[in-house]
């Protein structure tokens, strides 16, 4: 269309042109429809292919990890604030875990995770709260411990968890031998 051409004309092919946006799209409606109508039950995908769930490793890498490794960080630099959030974090990544993989091992991994960690927050906390470098030391290392326990009783002995050092930009040992 040219700007010299009567308005009415104009609005004639704007119009069809609308009509056939809307007919094509509810044409493409109408045969999605008709498909996953036609497809029955069985052609419909299962929750596992439609919901992805983060493997363990997944959530302790992306989740657990970094917030194990920040939690440190924050109470190194006397930042107890921050240290409370982030033990907020890990203790909610953990709860998180645990109701992704509810069973590990013939194991409600739930109350594994309770079992070895439960201790080790409360102390954390109690140190936090009263900004007790020596107990959050020995809360830390403990809960570093306790998660390397886990690793070790679901055969992943091989993932060792440390306390980092100030130098360390992560809190995985890799320099060592397996203890499986």
């Known amino acids: 269309m040219t700007g010299t ?40 995908p299962s929750p596992q292919a439609t919901g992805y769930v983060p493997s363990i490793s997944d959530l302790m890498i992306a989740t657990i990890q970094p917030r194990h490794e920040r939690l440190w960080r924050a109470q190194q630099n006397g930042n107890w604030e921050f240290a409370a959030y982030e033990l ?44 007790d470098v020596t107990a959050f030391t020995k809360a830390y290392a403990d809960l570093t411990d306790a998660c390397n326990s886990c690793h070790q009783a679901l055969n992943h002995g091989v993932v060792q968890i440390a306390v980092p050092s100030r130098t ?13």
């Open 88 to 131: 907020g974090n890990l203790h909610g990544a953990f709860d998180r875990l645990g109701h992704a993989h509810p069973v590990e091992h013939d194991v409600s991994f739930p109350d594994m995770i309770a079992s070895v960690t439960e201790q080790p927050f409360k102390e954390l906390k109690g140190a936090i709260q009263s900004k």
């Open 5 to 44: 051409e009567p308005v009415g004309t104009r609005r004639r092919g704007i119009a069809v042109a609308a009509i056939a946006i809307a007919a094509t799209a509810l044409l493409a409606t109408g045969l999605a429809t008709s498909n996953s109508i036609a497809a029955g039950p069985e052609g419909a």
């Open 168 to 180: 360390s930009a992560s809190d995985l040992k890799i320099n060592s031998t397996p203890r499986n």
